[in-house]
């Protein structure tokens, strides 16, 4: 049984977002959230609250037991990207690519 979670257009870049990912993949929970809770990255923030979602979807829908429950999926997919213009030298513009994530964490239960 797994039970999933996904967070849409979060504001942040894919790349820094697939750091963290790479560190909690295939860990338990409690490992994955002392992880995350002490890398300074800023995408820890979101991803915290992404697996405590992902692991009340397991409990309350699943009837999952949370000490046995552990990251078997997680991955990123770059969102809409926002555009905006930067003034630049002799009336130029340059522009500046706000890139969003679509983040997706599966937790499984230990057999």
């Known amino acids: 049984m797994e039970a999933k979670a996904i967070l ?9 977002v697939e750091i ?3 560190l909690i993949r295939g860990k338990d929970l409690e490992t994955a959230l002392a992880i995350m809770k002490h890398t300074p990255k800023s995408a820890c923030e979101y991803l915290i609250k992404l697996v405590n979602s992902a692991a009340a979807n397991a409990e309350n829908n699943f009837h ?3 000490s046995s429950l552990y990251v078997s999926e997680c991955y990123v997919c770059p969102g809409p990207t926002l555009k905006r213009i930067h003034a630049r030298a ?3 513009a340059a522009r500046i690519l706000k890139r969003t994530s679509h983040v997706t ?3 499984s239960e230990k057999e």
Not at 8 to 15: G, L
């Open 8 to 16: 849409r257009n979060a504001r942040i870049a894919p790349r820094k």
């Open 90 to 92: 002799k009336g130029s």
């Open 105 to 107: 964490v599966v937790l």
């Open 64 to 66: 999952m037991d949370r």
């Open 20 to 22: 963290v990912l790479n």
